[in-house]
């Protein structure tokens, strides 16, 4: 599946960075995991945009703020986490 808004979308290393914040992993691989266990949702980047980062995928937010829901954090800190620009 092909998402045209990717603006619901976050690069692997921009959920790191979120996730990090919260201590739960600090690297791309750990988010590699988390996808790889179905916590997080990934989907294929469009193949003209792959050239800007060395992953094929994207992560919808909705699933990165549903994981960190289901963890105990609240809105306030989830949208702190959040790169600048994104709000859920």
């Known amino acids: 599946m092909i ?4 603006s619901h979308t ?5 959920v790191a960075r979120a996730l990090g914040k919260f201590n739960i992993v600090f690297t ?23 050239r800007y980062s060395g992953y094929p995928y994207l992560v919808l937010i909705n699933s990165l703020v549903d994981y960190l829901r289901d963890k105990g954090y609240s809105d306030n800190d989830i949208n702190d986490a959040l790169p600048d620009g994104v709000e859920i």
């Open 3 to 6: 998402i045209k808004n990717l």
């Open 28 to 50: 791309v691989e750990g988010v590699k995991t988390k996808i790889q266990l179905h916590q997080l949702t990934a989907i294929s980047k469009p193949y003209e945009d792959r």
């Open 10 to 14: 976050l690069t692997l290393e921009q």
